[in-house]
């Protein structure tokens, strides 16, 4: 699989600026930038990524996410959680793949469930 780079014209078909706030519940069906705020709830079955000024705090049922700011709350990812260097989680992490960068933060718990079982 191929990881999208930041900033990759096309890649993005929602997106909430710098200095945007968002309280409420967010679905989306394509992959979704945020570089303000969302407070709340997330579902979708595509890719999150949180941009490097970007803070979320929320319980996100997600596809993907792909974390350069600060999220605070639940993850539930059914296919991966990435988390960059400048990114920092504090909460709880469900994902089956979990990538931490160096130079992250991840204050929390993670379960990652056992496809075998």
Do not use: W, Y
């Amino acid at each position: 699989m191929k990881l999208r780079k930041e900033g990759e014209a096309g890649d993005f078909t929602g997106f909430i600026d710098e200095g945007a706030e968002i309280n409420g519940e967010l679905r989306f069906t394509s992959i979704f930038r945020v570089d303000g705020q969302i407070k709340g709830k997330i579902f979708s079955e595509s890719e999150l990524h949180i941009g490097e000024k970007g803070v979320v705090e929320a319980d996100a049922e997600i596809g993907s996410i792909f974390i350069n700011g600060i999220f605070r709350g639940k993850i539930i990812a059914k296919k991966r959680v990435h988390i960059h260097s400048s990114g920092k989680v504090f909460g709880e992490i469900e994902t089956p793949v979990l990538v931490i960068e160096e130079g992250a933060i991840f204050q929390g718990n993670c379960k990652m469930p056992d496809k075998n079982l």
